[in-house]
């Protein structure tokens, strides 16, 4: 099993800017597509942004030009930096990767707990 471990939520004012970061405890021997996605009270999950192994990235229309999704291969590790935070963006941020503990586990997808934006006006 993978267990993510997410950081860097909290509460800013609009216009102000967070960075989420999200890691896998343990050991990892095949991490591919990394994202994240957000759900707000009420509302279905959505994707925000994604990242592959090799680096490309996509993104919501609703982030773009606002976010930014990056990785670091040597730790395993996956950020989003926001930036100019709107009020709509209140939600829980939850990390996604696809990935496999060891050799003799096939590649499945992982959920982090999520970790809470909220953004005021």
């Known amino acids: 099993q993978v267990q993510l471990v997410e950081s860097g939520g909290g509460l800013v004012q609009a216009g102000g800017s967070l960075r989420l970061s999200c890691a896998p405890s343990g050991s990892i021997f095949r991490l591919n597509t990394m994202a994240w996605y957000r759900q707000a009270p009420g509302k279905q999950r959505e994707l925000v942004a994604t990242v592959t192994s090799g680096g490309t990235t996509n993104y919501a229309d609703f982030v773009k030009g606002r976010f930014t999704i990056s990785r670091d291969n040597a730790k395993n590790t996956v950020s989003l930096q926001m930036g100019s935070l709107k009020p709509e963006d209140t939600a829980a941020y939850l990390c996604?990767?696809?990935?496999?503990?060891?050799?003799?586990?096939?590649?499945?997808?992982?959920w982090g707990q999520g970790t809470q934006v909220t953004v005021s006006s």
């Open positions: 996604y990767v696809e990935a496999a503990p060891t050799r003799w586990y096939p590649v499945k997808g992982y």
